[in-house]
């Protein structure tokens, strides 16, 4: 899909979940948060406190799949349909905290999926724009957006690689799916100094977390750590096959 074809849509268009829609956030799910955050995060070394709040206090099973709801707070990802995954909670802090966000950031998210990472965002940043390219997983994850008021949230329905030229540059940039290569559409909408963060490698692979850092016209890359994410799809997977 070209950028052309993205839409703009903000987020208080779309009607609020009925509770038939989502389960309630009982005293169970909160604490399994609890758990989840102890366990799996703090444990492992992340200590950013906006990034422990956000993932203690947001209902991580509002967006899985209702079959799949006992596993919401388990230490995997989960499947979402699409042939996509909510990442595992430990990456999705991970990958936050990566950032080194202020609070005062716009970031651009490429692959918006259950809506989940961007409601992380959304709670560490002033402002995020989710872009998704599966229309059903755009559509679900911008009405539980809107349910779980992340009122500084936009969500758009287009192919990511092309990033949104309407609203850059952008403080920082996060990738939620694996690419090959850093697509230079992003590279160029990131603010100098802005960071952008991805799976990098062989899509059908393992990949390796890295964090870009723009400088003038070139950039640094440090990678973090060994990581499986699903394909970036689109123009990213359609000029992988070419090549």
Known sequence: MKKSFLIFIILFLFPALTTADIQPDTPKYRQARKNMVKKQIKNRGISDKTVLNAMTEIPRHYFVPKNLISKAYADHPIPIGEGQTISQPYIVALMTESLNLTGSEHVLEIGTGSGYQAAVLAKTAKKVTSIEIKKKLYKRATKILNQ????????????????????????????????????????????????????????????????????????????????????????????NVKR
């Open 148 to 239: 779980t008021g992340c009122t500084n949230v936009q969500t758009l329905h287009g192919d990511g690689y092309f990033g949104w030229k309407k609203e850059a540059p952008f403080d920082c940039i996060m990738i939620t799916a694996a690419v090959d290569h850093i697509p230079p559409p992003l590279l160029d909408q990131l603010k100098n100094g802005g960071r952008l963060i991805l799976p990098l490698g062989n899509p059908l692979s393992y990949q390796h977390l890295v964090l870009v850092t723009k400088k003038d016209d070139d950039y640094t890359v440090r990678q973090i750590t060994g990581v499986l994410f699903v394909p970036m799809t689109g123009h990213a997977l359609e000029s």
